[in-house]
């Protein structure tokens, strides 16, 4: 293994990134107060390294393998300061206290609750994990079943299946602003599926929903809630949904909700708590390295234990019991989920929100002021606007665009300096790009409505504040 292996005594201040905190600054558990890199003039995206693996002895170009971790991770902590296009969180100081970890294999295949033949298991965290979450959603311990996942998808495979095991006939509803995961659960179940239309704010339309719910009345219905969406950060309502179901006619038997909180599940409930076990629901899945923050992907899927029987088979092979989707499962994410949620507490994730919601606030209302279409829904740190015109600019600041609009999001790590550092650099940037007057901004009245349009014809309408 070369000197990659932990046989040397693991020093993680050995892989510091240049302009991250050291070891002994952090710990107070205030994460988005962290000092990050100054940002500087705006650096070009990173290049392809053309990594190969070589024989031990046969590097003659005097680049040992310390030497290219390094460059990379060099490259990696220059560049954070324009991850601004994707919704992670950013801000591990809790990195030193827990790589030590990395000298052991943990591995949590089967059932969280059940111990393994083997030591190697981080499951005592995994069940800490899901407490805590079991108590935000509303759920008895004895009442709820769950797991860390690989990330949200994986949450949305297994809720969604859940629910057809207990449905077996039923047709999954979901909105067209819905994860690309909820299609890909349809497809890999051989489900019926009925998309439904959303608003211009990427909310769920209800009055289609309505129509084919009516449609369909014969079959049950699974349907997949968007508590804030992928693209714009809308919140579909689930109790305006709980109320079309029963407008509709639909007994508790007849329908199953998963609610997908991927991004929003540690938002929502500081603010209106919308998601709960004692309203008819069958599952909730949110993502670790969203807003919580982890290093690696994973997340936490949480169903009712009645629903799970009939999906745990017994596995002689690892003697356990086995619910998962996945086979071996990453040991080390619940214990990062943990050591956050236990740094952070309830009032530290309350006050990640209030900033976030209020640093999206700020980015929204300088934009508008600038004259830029833009548009923050209610509830969302999700700040949607026109597509830069340039190519260049939109990686740089390594955005995800979407036909013409593009999107921050506001996550803890994101600072008011990295904020006016991007503006600045936009609004430097539309000046070249329509200066001359041949070239216009975009309209976006269909994408994100006529009021938050400023294109020539519709900035009429548009509303500075
Ligand atoms: C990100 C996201 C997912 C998928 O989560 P992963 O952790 O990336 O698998 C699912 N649903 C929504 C709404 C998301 O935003």
């Known amino acids: 293994m070369g000197s990659l292996s932990f046989e040397k005594e693991f020093e993680p201040s050995a892989v510091t990134p240049r302009g991250l905190a050291p070891p002994g600054l952090i710990g107070n558990g205030d994460f988005g107060e962290m000092k990050r890199l100054k940002v500087a003039t705006p650096t070009a995206p990173r290049k392809n390294l053309n990594i190969t693996v070589t024989e031990p002895g046969s590097r003659n170009d005097g680049q040992s393998l310390d030497c290219i971790l390094m460059n990379y991770i060099d490259t990696l902590s220059q560049r954070i300061n324009y991850h601004i296009g994707y919704p992670v969180n950013i801000c591990y100081e809790h990195y030193a206290s827990l ?22 298991h981080s499951k005592d965290f995994e069940v800490a994990v899901l407490n805590w979450f079991a ?12 797991y860390v996942t690989n990330g949200g998808t994986e949450g949305n495979l297994h809720g969604i299946l859940v629910g057809r095991e207990l449905l077996p006939t039923g047709i999954l509803y979901a909105s067209k602003d819905s994860h690309y995961s909820v299609a890909k659960a349809a497809m890999m179940y ?12 990427g909310e769920m339309d209800y009055s289609d929903l309505k129509v084919k719910l009516l449609q369909n009345k014969g079959k049950p219905a699974i349907i997949n809630v968007t508590i804030g969406t992928t693209f714009k950060g809308a919140v579909d309502d ?23 909180a991927a991004l929003n599940g540690l938002i929502i409930p500081f603010i209106k708590n919308m998601i709960s076990f004692k309203k008819p629901i069958g599952s909730v899945t949110i993502s670790g390295h969203k ?19 009939n999906l745990s088979r017994k596995v002689e092979y690892i003697a356990s019991v086995d619910a998962t989707i996945s086979g071996s499962r990453n040991g080390l994410a619940p214990i990062f989920l943990w050591y956050s949620l236990s740094a952070k507490g309830q009032v530290g994730l309350q006050k990640d929100v209030k900033r976030c919601l209020d640093n999206a606030k700020y980015l929204k209302d300088r934009l508008q002021q600038a004259g830029i279409s833009v548009m923050l829904n209610e509830l969302s740190i999700i700040v ?19 036909r013409d609009m593009a999107h921050v999001i506001v996550m803890p790590g994101i600072t008011r300096e990295i904020l006016d550092s991007f503006i ?3 609004l430097q940037q539309r000046k070249k790009w329509y200066k001359d007057g041949n070239v216009t901004p975009p309209c976006v009245a269909e994408d994100i409505g006529a009021q938050n349009c ?6 009429i309408d548009f509303i500075i504040p």
């Open 135 to 146: 108590d935000l959603w509303e759920i008895e311990k004895d009442q709820y079943w769950g």
């Open 454 to 459: 400023a294109c020539s014809y519709h900035k």
């Open 424 to 426: 600045n650099d936009l």
């Open 99 to 120: 790589a030590p970890l990395l000298q052991f294999h943990l591995n949590n295949c089967g059932d969280p609750f059940l111990q393994n033949t083997v030591d190697f």
């Open 190 to 201: 051989r489900m019926d599926f009925e998309m439904v239309n959303t608003s211009v704010h």
């Open 291 to 309: 807003f919580l923050g982890c290093p690696m992907p994973c997340g936490i899927q949480i169903t009712r234990k009645s629903y799970i029987n």
């Open 238 to 260: 689930l109790d305006v949904i709980l109320q079309t179901l029963k407008d509709c006619g639909y007994t508790y038997d007849q329908f199953y909700i998963h609610c997908d």
């Open 384 to 402: 949607v606007l026109e597509r830069p015109r340039d190519h260049e600019f939109v990686r740089r600041w390594q955005l995800s665009c979407v």
